[in-house]
């Protein structure tokens, strides 16, 4: 009982890492990440609805995903 209190405040903290890291995005960033990975849209959908290109999804993705891996590290370094 007493290591599932554990691995639950854990996923807690976890969740609130990740909350914090999502806040951290830039705008632009954040707002493809969500579409992408939350909403599950495709590239195109996405660059359709925020008027962009393609390409320039890909790039807001990548830069998304750098950022978040960086910030999570930080937050989490007990998960490396």
């Keep these: 009982m007493k290591a599932q209190g554990?691995?639950?405040?854990?996923?807690?903290?976890d969740r609130a890492a990740v909350s914090e890291a999502?806040?951290?995005l830039?705008?632009?960033h954040r707002e493809v990440f969500v579409r992408?990975?939350?909403l599950r849209w495709t590239t195109?959908?996405?660059?359709a609805d925020l008027n962009i290109t393609e390409p320039v999804v890909k790039?807001?993705?990548?830069?998304a995903l750098h950022a978040l891996r960086r910030d999570l590290d930080y937050l989490l370094p007990h998960r490396r």
């Design 36 to 38: 992408a990975y939350c």
């Design 59 to 63: 790039c807001r993705l990548h830069h």
């Design 44 to 47: 195109r959908r996405i660059a």
């Design 6 to 13: 554990i691995e639950a405040l854990g996923a807690l903290f």
């Design 22 to 24: 999502l806040d951290r």
């Design 26 to 28: 830039e705008q632009s």
